[in-house]
């Protein structure tokens, strides 16, 4: 059976349940595995990437790179500059360390006008959409 996404109500017990037995590992495999989670949606001109990736401090901890209709991401979060060598640990659920994400692009985008920001821990990349061409008649030399 199919539920949609806005009728769902999760279990609490069931997490619990997951939590205790397997702890966080399993989400932060699957993050780490995954990468970041994206949304992709398009207007009449652009194609836009918004991006979760909470944590980032600077802008060397992420690079974006884009090559025809694909889009990657790779970075790193940092664990907060905290000491934690007295501190003892009961449970770690963030997400820190490398990170990789590649999607397909529904359109072809023009890679040198993309732009991209980030603020409260979310990226969003605009890209302008390639334009059509309606193609080209070649002309014929008859010798």
């Known amino acids: 059976m199919l539920i949609h996404p806005s009728n769902f109500q999760p279990n609490p017990q069931i997490r619990q349940t997951v939590e205790q037995n ?11 595995r995954t990468g970041p989670l994206v949304d992709i949606y398009e207007t009449i001109e652009e194609v836009i ?3 979760e990736i909470p944590g980032l401090e600077k802008q060397d901890d992420i690079n974006i790179h884009l090559n025809g209709r694909s889009l990657t991401i790779t970075g790193i979060i940092q664990r ?5 060598r ?3 640990y009961h449970r ?16 072809k985008v023009d890679e040198e006008k993309a ?10 990349i605009r890209m302008k959409k390639q334009k059509l061409t309606q193609g080209k008649q ?6």
């Open 22 to 32: 397997l702890g966080m590992e399993p989400y932060n495999e699957y993050f780490h």
């Open 49 to 51: 990437v918004s991006c």
């Open 80 to 84: 907060a500059s905290e000491d934690t």
């Open 86 to 88: 007295d501190n003892r």
């Open 92 to 107: 770690t659920e963030r997400f820190f360390g490398n990170f990789y994400r590649e999607v397909q692009l529904p359109e």
């Open 115 to 124: 732009t991209a920001s980030y603020k409260n821990g979310v990226l969003e």
């Open 138 to 143: 070649v002309k014929i030399d008859f010798h």
